[in-house]
């Protein structure tokens, strides 16, 4: 299977070099919302163009190296991109004032994103696994078993702490400025690993590096988002409250999907009520911890 080669890891080295040189340039710039739209639009694209993909497997085939990508996995990439555009926005100064202020798309993406992704294919970790036999080769099969179950754990931190945590701080707008700095940081290595994914899996399809290279650098790219939160580790003492909600959400996770989508509708309700002063106060200070 041959992808058509990608720019936007490029741009994602430049957008790198562009917020290190000059960090108050690049965040009242265009810079915020051309990268991850072009990774939504990227997105979109390879969804629109790899339509002979299987549509029936849910196995990712991303995480082997004998299987073959699914269209799925191809399709719910753009789910992931747009809630990194979204969080890219959201960071903006120049447009939290106007997603703030829109009430509907706030709420829906801040609380409700998995309501809404069931609008789109899933794939399945498990379904990799339980396909190593068939689409692992033998001298890799431990490593990919490894490395999947590692990216699984992420995939987990990544929907709650990247995705929730961070968003819930925006809601309440606690970031300081120097929280911004490392969030803006982490959201350029999570655009990198949003899109690099298809072009090392063509580089390993055609043979310009190795299965287990090309899963490495994979890694290494969203492992990379954990600097951030080592610069900014306070962040979760200072807003212990809701470090502390977004843990239940993380118990939840593995249990059915209902009750986390119920826990999420719940949230909504006691932040904006807590956001727009309408607990009473002995409630809301037991719920906030204040």
Not at 129 to 134: A, D, H, R
Request: hydrophobic share 45%.
């Amino acid at each position: 299977m041959v992808f058509p080669k990608v720019k936007k890891n490029e741009q994602c080295f430049f957008f790198l070099l562009c917020f290190a040189s000059s960090y108050e340039t690049f965040k009242h710039s265009f810079l915020i919302w051309s990268l991850p739209l072009t990774g939504l639009v990227q997105s979109i694209t390879a969804a629109l163009t790899f339509t002979f993909l299987s549509r029936t497997k849910t196995d990712p085939g991303y995480y082997s190296d004998r299987g073959t990508l699914s269209y799925a996995f191809i399709v719910e990439n753009s789910f992931f991109s747009g809630l990194l555009l979204f969080q890219w926005l959201y960071y903006s100064d120049k447009f939290y004032s106007l997603i703030d202020q829109s009430i509907i798309i706030d709420n829906c993406i801040v609380f409700l994103p998995y309501i809404i992704r069931q609008l789109w294919p899933k794939t399945h970790f498990r379904d990799s696994l339980n396909n190593s036999n068939k689409n692992k080769t033998a001298p890799n099969k431990r490593f990919y078993l490894i490395v999947t179950m590692v990216t699984k754990i992420f995939y987990v931190w990544a929907k709650h702490y990247i995705g929730y945590f961070l968003n819930y701080i925006r809601f309440f707008n606690r970031a300081n400025d120097e929280q911004i700095y490392y969030i803006y940081l982490l959201l350029i290595f999570s655009a990198f690993a949003t899109t690099i994914s298809v072009f090392l899996h063509t580089l390993k399809f055609k043979g310009y590096i190795g299965p287990r290279l090309s899963y490495i650098i994979y890694m290494i790219s969203y492992l990379s988002t954990f600097y951030s939160f080592i610069r900014m580790r306070e962040i979760f003492f200072l807003h212990y409250d809701l470090t502390f909600y977004v843990f239940i959400g993380v118990i939840l996770n593995f249990g059915p999907l209902k009750y986390q989508h119920y826990y999420q509708i719940l949230l909504m309700i006691l932040f904006n009520g807590h956001k727009f002063h309408v607990l009473p106060i002995s409630f809301d200070r037991i719920l906030f911890l204040y």
